[in-house]
């Protein structure tokens, strides 16, 4: 294999926008974003030491990348078939995954123009979890396994748990609740019984 020190450059614009916006994606594999960082780095000057250490791989895998890109272009970016334990889930379906963690569940009250609180769904999940995405998944004509969820998004290093506040809202008529009486109500000191006198001994 030749030790290519650059990507080869881009044959026209779209292929570069294509690199370059797949870079720069947040709902996209994670491979896939990282091996279009690996060309986008190397179109910017760097050579595959620095390439290396930025993307935190071997200079073997920079070198190879490159070697896949200059034969294959876009195509060469993605992993060879029979390549390891074929993936039951698609990249199509995983990018169709990730992007639902995007959205709001339909549960979850949000405000419309007028500023009126509503849900898409009152019924449906208003965080998500991974069973209510597994749910959500299936729906959308994903064939997916609850496990699965969670492996790929552990993979892609996206949290599908939000935290939610109870001390505070956004609503305008929210009020919060007042402190217990123990901070405002005074507590009685009970009076210290004083033992009777003795009589002294004349």
């Given at each position: 294999?030749?030790?290519?020190?650059?990507?080869?450059p881009?044959?026209?614009?779209?292929?570069?926008?294509?690199?370059?916006?797949?870079a720069?994606?947040?709902?996209?594999?994670?491979?896939?974003?990282?091996?279009?960082?690996?060309?986008?780095?190397?179109?910017?000057?760097?050579?595959?030491?620095?390439?290396?250490?930025?993307?935190?791989?071997?200079?073997?895998?920079?070198?190879?990348?490159?070697?896949?890109?200059a034969?294959?272009?876009?195509?060469?970016?993605?992993d060879?078939?029979?390549?390891?334990?074929?993936?039951?889930?698609?990249?199509?379906?995983?990018?169709?995954?990730?992007?639902?963690?995007?959205?709001?569940?339909?549960?979850?009250?949000?405000?419309?123009?007028?500023?009126?609180?509503?849900?898409?769904?009152?019924?449906?999940?208003?965080?998500?979890?991974?069973?209510?995405?597994?749910?959500?998944?299936?729906?959308?004509?994903?064939?997916?396994?609850?496990?699965?969820?969670?492996?790929?998004?552990?993979?892609?290093?996206?949290?599908?748990?939000?935290?939610?506040s109870?001390?505070?809202?956004?609503?305008?008529e929210?009020?919060?609740?007042?402190?217990?009486?123990?901070?405002?109500?005074?507590?009685?000191?009970?009076?210290?019984?004083?033992?009777?006198?003795?009589?002294?001994?004349?």
């Amino acid at each position: 294999m030749p030790k290519l020190l650059f990507a080869r450059p881009p044959v026209d614009v779209v292929e570069e926008r294509r690199i370059r916006k797949l870079a720069g994606a947040r709902h996209a594999p994670a491979d896939w974003i990282r091996r279009a960082q690996l060309i986008a780095l190397s179109w910017d000057g760097l050579r595959v030491p620095a390439i290396a250490d930025a993307l935190g791989c071997s200079q073997k895998a920079v070198r190879y990348r490159l070697a896949r890109f200059a034969a294959e272009g876009l195509e060469g970016l993605g992993d060879r078939p029979g390549v390891g334990r074929k993936p039951r889930i698609g990249q199509a379906q995983r990018s169709q995954l990730i992007a639902l963690v995007a959205n709001p569940p339909p549960g979850r009250l949000v405000r419309d123009e007028t500023g009126e609180l509503g849900a898409t769904d009152a019924t449906g999940p208003a965080v998500w979890t991974l069973d209510a995405l597994t749910a959500a998944a299936r729906a959308a004509g994903i064939n997916i396994a609850r496990s699965q969820v969670r492996r790929i998004l552990l993979a892609e290093g996206v949290r599908w748990r939000r935290p939610r506040s109870w001390a505070t809202s956004p609503d305008p008529e929210f009020i919060p609740k007042e402190p217990g009486s123990w901070t405002t109500t005074r507590t009685r000191r009970r009076r210290r019984r004083s033992s009777p006198p003795t009589s002294s001994a004349r």
